[in-house]
Nanobody, 122 residues
Framework: VQLQASGGGLVQAGGSLRLSCAAS????????VGWFRQAPGKERVFVAV????????IYDESVKGRFTIDRDNAKTTVYLQMNSLKPEDTAVYYC????????????????WGQGTLVTVSS
């Protein structure tokens, strides 16, 4: 599976962005896809994940109620809708995939996209 993240940009605090993660590969529907982020000078951390058949989503507490992860298996794309953005959401956002089950642990993902930068100004 190859992943391509896009949709990042500069937005004011309180604004919204939608990130996309486009995947190649015929077996995309067998993969859980998650989003992670890495703020300047910090480690990469979990944001959200949706499992392979899209019926379960898990969010980090810091984004719960503001971010929504969805997937369209027909389009082999996963989306991260980000609302009520805060300056502390500023980071490079990465999408990642692993077979079947969801995980919040970076080390359990096998495939990674290149990252897209989100900057939230105050």
């Amino acid at each position: 599976v190859q992943l391509q993240a896009s949709g990042g940009g500069l937005v004011q605090a309180g604004g919204s962005l939608r990130l996309s993660c486009a995947a190649s590969g015929r077996t995309f529907s067998q993969y859980a896809v998650g989003w992670f982020r890495q703020a300047p000078g910090k480690e990469r951390v979990f944001v959200a994940v949706r499992n392979w058949n899209a019926d379960i989503a898990i969010y980090d507490e810091s984004v719960k109620g503001r971010f929504t992860i969805d997937r369209d298996n027909a389009k082999t794309t996963v989306y991260l809708q980000m609302n009520s953005l805060k300056p502390e959401d500023t980071a490079v956002y990465y999408c990642a995939a692993r077979r079947w089950a969801s995980s919040t642990f970076e080390r359990e993902y096998d495939f990674w996209g290149q990252g897209t930068l989100v900057t939230v100004s105050s």
